[in-house]
């Protein structure tokens, strides 16, 4: 499967406990989004990465909230310290460069539930 | 905050008809997008738009965008109950160069 992948699918965490999250986005993507999603909603930014610079990111992430994207290939986001508010979907995607803003290919989400 | 909002929030319809979804943003736009959710699942990205463009067709979807009322519009023709799923438009807002907005979405129900 050559689709943007994410690990893991799912995670239960106690309140307090540090997670985080992986994406592997399609080999030829330069472009790299993280959105979090809850029941009923749409999804909302968090932040975006072109090769490994993280070029935006939303107000909406507190200081617990953390992306890396070291090589420029696969990215990773960490929360810290987790509140029940936290419990979402978390969803990445990548695109191709060569078209502002092209179609988004998404990964099947890390759900999040906080304890 | 949203930038686009879908309407209506939840529609229900027999297999066979057709459904039409409306999206409403505040900023100008390069293009707009549409992408599909089915349940607890990933998105899929269904079609594109340029501002430039005012009507679009991929198989059974039919996209319009009216730049001057700020809107469009997905029709999904001879609808089957596979299409059950959310549909969101997506644009970026003004003021940022990179963040892809998503509205809120419609629940699209297709009952065999």
């Known amino acids: 499967d050559t689709g943007v992948s994410q690990d893991p699918r799912h995670k239960i965490t106690k309140r307090g406990q540090n997670v985080t999250f992986r994406c592997d986005p399609i080999?030829?993507?330069?472009?790299l989004y993280w959105y979090r999603q809850t029941l009923g909603q749409g999804p909302e930014f968090l932040t975006y990465?072109?090769?490994?610079?993280?070029?935006?990111k939303s107000r909406l992430l507190s200081d617990r909230f953390s992306a890396e994207r070291p090589k420029g290939s696969f990215s990773t986001l960490e929360i810290q310290r987790t509140e029940q508010g936290d419990s979402a979907m978390y969803l990445c995607a990548s695109r191709y460069p060569r078209e502002y803003p092209g179609e988004l290919f998404f990964g099947e989400g890390s759900r999040l539930t906080v304890l | 905050s949203q930038q686009g909002e879908e309407d209506p929030q939840a529609l229900s319809i027999q297999e066979g008809e057709n459904a039409t979804m409306n999206c409403s943003y505040k900023?100008?736009?390069?293009?707009l997008q549409w992408y599909r959710q089915n349940s607890g699942r990933g998105l899929v990205h269904l079609i594109l738009?340029?501002?430039?463009?005012r009507e679009k067709h991929s198989g059974r979807l039919r996209v319009t965008l009216d730049t001057s009322k700020k809107s469009s519009s997905l029709l999904i023709t001879a609808s089957r109950a596979a299409d059950t799923a959310s549909y969101f438009c997506v644009t970026r807002p003004g003021g940022s160069n990179y963040k892809l907005t998503f509205g809120k979405g419609t629940l699209l129900t297709v009952n065999p």
């Open positions: 900023t100008s736009i390069n293009n």
């Open positions: 990465f072109q090769n490994e610079a993280q070029l935006e």
């Open positions: 738009i340029r501002s430039n463009e």
């Open positions: 080999s030829e993507h330069n472009r």
